[in-house]
């Protein structure tokens, strides 16, 4: 087939067709617009895919039923996606205390700790969330990398780490509130002392 010669063209064309221009070769668009055309239906109607419910069917169903059965269908998962998550962040902090707090290596903690203050509470880990969005809090409020508590943050990585661990997921555990409670006083003290971040 000559070079130009098959070219589907961009879009649909009228009532849902693809249209395959013949001949177009080096020739401009109004030249071409002149040529023989022929018109392809696409293969597969999607359509023919979709069966609707019959009115008895429509009348028993309920989309938040069928919605909350699908979580609980996942919800045997969240454990261990929460356990993933822990281990990113851990992982991530490791780093940090062999090489050090650098821009690079802080930022992959933030990530890793923003991550699980964003999934935790859908993963059913509420008091998580509420720990990791502390730490990404107190990540966020530093001048520099370097200013990073190694202390604190270590406080904060295995507070996470013993709370999904131990499955500590609400402040119904009350050893996992009151460390949230003191380490959110402490970040609280350090952020107040640092001086301001410089202006980009």
């Known amino acids: 087939m000559p070079l130009g010669q098959g070219v589907i063209a961009d879009g649909w064309a ?5 249209c395959k ?11 071409a617009s002149d040529e023989d055309y022929e018109i392809i239906t696409p293969p597969t109607d999607l359509r023919s895919k979709v069966r609707q419910l019959t009115k008895r069917e429509a009348a028993k169903f309920d989309p938040v039923k ?11 998962n969240f454990g261990t996606w929460m356990l993933n998550e ?4 851990c992982a991530a902090w490791e780093i940090i205390e062999d090489q050090g707090p650098r821009a690079e290596t802080v930022d992959t903690l933030y990530q890793a700790a923003h ?15 509420d720990v990791a969005a502390r730490f990404c809090w107190l990540i966020e409020a530093l001048p520099s990398a370097a200013d990073l508590p190694m202390a604190l943050s270590a406080k904060y990585v295995e507070a996470i780490r013993a709370m999904v661990s131990e499955g500590a997921k609400d402040d119904q555990n009350k050893t996992g509130a009151e460390l949230l409670e003191t380490l ?16 980009d």
């Open 66 to 76: 069928a919605a909350e059965a699908a979580i609980e269908r996942l919800s045997q």
């Open 184 to 199: 959110s006083e402490v970040t609280e003290a350090y952020v107040k002392a640092l001086p301001a971040k410089p202006s």
């Open 21 to 31: 221009m013949k001949g177009i070769g080096k020739m401009g668009a109004k030249e």
């Open 115 to 129: 991550n699980i203050k964003g999934q935790a509470l859908t993963l059913g880990y509420p008091l998580v969330g």
């Open 14 to 18: 009228d009532q849902g067709q693809f």
């Open 86 to 89: 822990t281990r990113d962040l």
